[in-house]
């Protein structure tokens, strides 16, 4: 792994509040409390729930414009305090004040939760006087299509007592079994044998070896003993599968759910005929994805396909790296030339400190962005390596604090910008293939382009390929499930079916991988099946907005930014109607994945 010399910055959210311990942050939580309160006595004032008598449309007009403006307040208060105290435990998980601070806060997301329940079964109740109400103006008509929204889902909630029965149980059962994953995943540890010492590894140190090292030999031997790892705590973990899966199918045919996949699609906003579309443009481009992996294979010296090692290996040590201040005038110059908004942003992150890029003990790993509402403004995590896989990093999360910055800047509310999780990533997408296309464009030689484009097409491999192994893995389990519980042999042979099905041979069928169903976590959240396929939908859809603005230009800018700031306020379809993009056509995707097979073929000519 590359390394980075100097100094690199932290974050900075002074201008939130002056500090953890300070009496402004006691006075904010105190003030979530008070109007907790005073929403709960809204709710009865006004008789806000599912089985309030029916009243008169002014009166509901009054109820609902009063909510929503308190409501607002209050999310945009909870959610900089719970940016804020977490942006300490983020950085270092030693901090016992930032994790105990944590903790107390969160019941008030439980609070407001129940709020969200209560509110939901009542705008379910008075639905047939929304069209009338919401066109009469004010905070009502600016949500008209949450409201909407919430009045259909509100059909899949059980009664309140029911509702709030499963939220209690859910602790002892659903939320149990994900934290029993956690816990036996987090503490399994290994004796790894390296460099002449042996190493006491927990599992993910052990993955990264396996994934990264570059040397084969100990790549291949992390494998073994990743594989022999998990088959010690197989049991508990199917148990944990079972219990999570179990629920779901419990409560969803409760709440009158179609089937598992219903209430993934409506989070994600989208329907059947998207989904299908987009998962048979992914089928069609396997092949392509079989000839890198086969190239890359014999790239390694192996003759019938790619062991499960060697997916993320590197292949050449070619890889440019970057120090801080290159990273940063790398990304301002090509966010330039998209356009002056997204580099005055990016400018912004970097100049005032928004940005935590440091590598230190007790901070976690990986990368994301959040959002501080009451200051208007996003910070970002990361742990800068100088790779130009980090470079990208960055990018990414920019392309998100620049989607915030669009929402802020065309004053939306908080209700108004809830963002599914398809769309989430549109953003982020586009400034990430901003920034390697760049790089691609300024590569010195054939084996820096190569090492370039492997890097993107390991990532990009993992979001088509991997990404469907999982979701037609999921999509079984549930199956099964309903049925009778399965054991944990029955999962292993699911999870190789289901990669042979997807990579083919692009990968060696003694190599695959029949454990990935253990340490996944996503898996295991119950209020999030099929977390996977939205980030296939974010990367290709990420990719045809890019598609798009080659063809268009400047003309394409502001309209985006107009898509951002409204990533809240109608169904993906409607929203990608605006560029002429129909999501429930095959060609669209098709298109998408046209341009990563384009750097296939690039790869496999170098
Ligand atoms: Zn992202």
Same mark, same amino acid.
């Given at each position: 792994m590359a390394r980075v010399s100097g100094s690199l910055p932290c974050w900075d959210l002074s201008n939130v509040? !002056? %500090? *953890?311990?300070s009496e402004e942050l006691k006075r904010a939580i105190a003030r979530c409390e008070a109007g907790l309160n005073e929403l709960e006595r809204y709710l009865d004032e006004h008789a806000i729930s599912k089985s309030a008598r029916r009243s008169d449309d002014a009166a509901i007009e009054l109820a609902l414009n009063g909510y929503l403006e308190r409501v607002n307040d209050l999310i945009a208060l909870y959610h900089t305090v719970g940016a804020y105290i977490p942006s300490f435990v983020a950085t270092d998980s030693f901090n016992q004040t930032a994790r105990r601070m944590l903790s107390e806060i969160e019941p008030l997301g439980v609070r407001l939760q129940q709020i969200d329940v209560r509110f939901s079964g009542w705008v379910g109740a008075i639905a047939d006087a929304l069209p009338r109400v919401t066109a009469r103006g004010g905070p009502a008509q600016a949500h008209a299509f949450y409201l909407r929204e919430t009045a259909e889902q509100?059909? +899949? *909630? #059980?009664?309140e007592p029911e509702e709030g029965l499963a939220a209690e149980l859910s602790l002892s059962g659903a939320n149990a079994w994900s934290k029993l994953q956690g816990t036996i995943t987090s503490q399994l540890t290994v004796d790894f044998a390296r460099n002449g010492k042996v190493e006491k590894l927990s599992m993910p140190a052990l993955i990264n070896v396996m994934q990264h090292d570059p040397d084969p030999e100990v790549r291949r031997r992390a494998y073994e003993v990743e594989l022999a790892a998990w088959e010690t705590v197989k049991e508990p973990l199917a148990a944990a599968m079972n219990g999570v899966k179990g629920a779901v199918n419990t409560l969803d045919k409760r709440r009158g759910r179609k089937d598992p996949l219903h209430a993934a699609l409506d989070h994600a906003r989208i329907d059947r005929e998207t989904l299908d579309a987009m998962l048979d443009a992914m089928q069609d481009s396997f092949p392509a994805f079989r000839r890198y992996l086969r190239a890359k294979a014999r790239r390694l010296g192996h003759a019938s396909g790619l062991p499960w090692w060697d997916l #993320? %290996? !590197?292949?050449?040590?070619d890889g440019r790296t970057y120090a801080w201040q290159e990273a940063r005038d790398f990304i301002l110059e090509h966010f330039a030339t998209f356009s002056p908004r997204l580099e005055n942003l990016a400018r912004r992150a970097f100049d005032q400190q928004w940005i935590d890029a440091e590598q230190r003990p007790g901070k976690r790993a990986g990368a994301f962005c959040m959002s501080v509402p009451l200051v208007k403004e996003s910070r970002i995590l990361c742990n800068y390596d100088g790779s130009l896989d980090q470079v990208s990093t960055i990018a990414h999360e920019l392309g998100h604090a620049f989607h915030n910055e669009c929402i802020y800047a065309a004053g939306k509310t908080e209700l108004q910008s809830i963002t599914p999780m398809t769309l989430a990533e549109t953003a982020s997408i586009l400034c990430e293939t901003i920034v390697t296309d760049a790089a691609l464009a300024e590569a010195r030689t054939p084996s820096e382009e190569l090492a370039i484009l492997e890097t993107d097409l390991i990532g990009k491999t993992q979001v088509i390929v991997d990404i469907t192994s999982r979701y037609l893995f999921e999509m079984e389990v549930f199956r099964r499930r309903a049925k009778a519980e399965l054991s944990a042999d029955e999962l292993c042979e699911l999870m190789l079916r289901f990669q042979k099905e997807t990579y083919g041979d692009g990968l060696d069928e003694r190599y695959l /991988? =029949?454990? #990935? &169903?253990? &340490? =996944? !976590? /996503? +898996? $295991?959240f119950a209020g999030l099946?099929? $977390?996977?396929f939205p980030y296939a939908f974010g990367l290709l859809f990420g990719l045809g907005l890019y598609a798009i603005y080659k063809q268009r230009g400047a003309a394409f800018v502001p309209e985006y930014g107009a898509l951002l700031a409204s990533t809240g306020e109608a169904t993906v379809a409607d929203l990608a109607a605006r560029f002429g993009?129909?999501?429930?056509?095959r060609a669209f995707w098709k298109g998408s994945l046209d341009l990563i097979e384009a750097r296939i073929e690039r790869y496999l000519s170098l």
């Open positions: 509040f !002056p %500090a *953890l311990e509100s059909r +899949y *909630l #059980m009664s #993320m %290996a !590197p292949i050449t040590q /991988h =029949k454990f #990935m &169903w253990t &340490w =996944k !976590p /996503h +898996y $295991y099946s099929f $977390y996977n993009i129909d999501v429930r056509d």
